[in-house]
């Protein structure tokens, strides 16, 4: 069993792969935050009768930033999600990167608007925080020349990601059937959210657009079908972690139903797409590559 538990967390591996999946991790985080985060900006013009601390802020009865100082961080964690993108001095900008966003989420979250979706993206940036990831793909290795030898200290950090990932989705599967039973994938509930998307106009107006939701909406059968795949996929995500088998059925197809949000829904929890990179093998992926490049080169 020790054995086992060695082998999961701490088999050898080189930094390449933790240090692609942190340099697609922060670029998209900075590229979402600037582009596509409608709200973050502007939670702390909210009169302060909405204020209700989370834990880690709750010693300030009242916003302890004002909307132009809010305005303020939030530019400074884009920028500093672009610099651990790039891997610039990450060792503190990844670190950095963690403090500010954990401050951001918590002051958005004190707001009354907390969703497992921020939450999950401040445990993910903590698990860089704590990890090597600046030594592969990183501006840093350029300078310090890094030869990248294997270690334990690069596996760790993704097969963390991936427990987490998996809980996240998995304890949403379970609060689906512990707050309304069988009902949830029997009743009429995927219809109902399929239509209220429909008319849901203050996000993403692609689903709006394209009409798949209404349309979606008129075939019960198909709804309750589907929010049986969605219980069952959100559910297996937990044990991927330890099936290769597994990880290659349900990963591609939760990233797919995640996806399949934007054309049927105005909220798709764009930012999530963000935690899927942990699960792709990147030293593989870029070996392909450059082989298909030799052999174009021949």
């Not at 030898?149 to 989705?169: C, E, H, N, Q, R």
């Not at 304890?171 to 219809?191: E, F, P, R, V």
Request: aromatic share 20%; hydrophobic share 50%; net charge positive.
């Amino acid at each position: 069993m020790i054995k086992k538990w060695n082998n999961f967390w701490f088999t050898p591996s080189t930094p390449l792969n933790l240090g692609v999946t942190r340099a697609l991790f922060f670029l998209f985080i900075f590229q979402y935050s600037l582009f596509f985060d409608q709200f973050s900006r502007t939670w702390s013009g909210l009169p302060s009768e909405f204020w209700e601390p989370v834990f880690l802020i709750s010693f300030f009865e009242k916003p302890p930033l004002n909307p132009d100082q809010y305005l303020g961080l939030f530019y400074l964690f884009a920028g500093f999600c672009l610099l651990a993108g790039i891997g610039l001095a990450s060792n503190i900008t990844v670190k950095l990167t963690a403090l500010l966003g954990t401050l951001l989420y918590a002051v958005r979250v004190s707001y009354t608007e907390g969703s497992h979706d921020n939450l999950v993206i401040v445990v993910f940036l903590w698990i860089f925080a704590f990890s090597r990831c600046g030594d592969g793909f990183s501006l840093d290795q350029k300078v310090k020349k890094s030869p990248g030898t294997k270690s334990g200290d690069y596996t760790w950090p993704i097969k963390l990601m991936w427990l987490m990932f998996g809980a996240v989705y998995f304890s949403a599967a379970c609060s689906k059937i512990q707050n309304a039973g069988m009902a949830w994938i029997w009743g009429d509930t995927l219809k109902n959210y399929l239509l209220f998307s429909h008319y849901k106009t203050d996000l993403d107006t692609l689903g709006l657009k394209l009409g798949l939701a209404k349309w979606m909406a008129q075939f019960t059968l198909l709804c309750r079908v589907g929010g049986l795949f969605t219980v069952i996929i959100e559910g297996m995500t937990l044990f991927c972690s330890f099936s290769k088998r597994l990880r290659h059925i349900f990963i591609p197809l939760i990233f797919f139903w995640h996806v399949g949000f934007h054309f049927t829904s105005s909220n798709g929890f764009f930012n999530m797409i963000a935690i899927y990179f942990c699960w792709v093998n990147w030293e593989f992926v870029l070996s392909q590559l450059s082989f298909k490049k030799l052999n174009k080169a021949v």
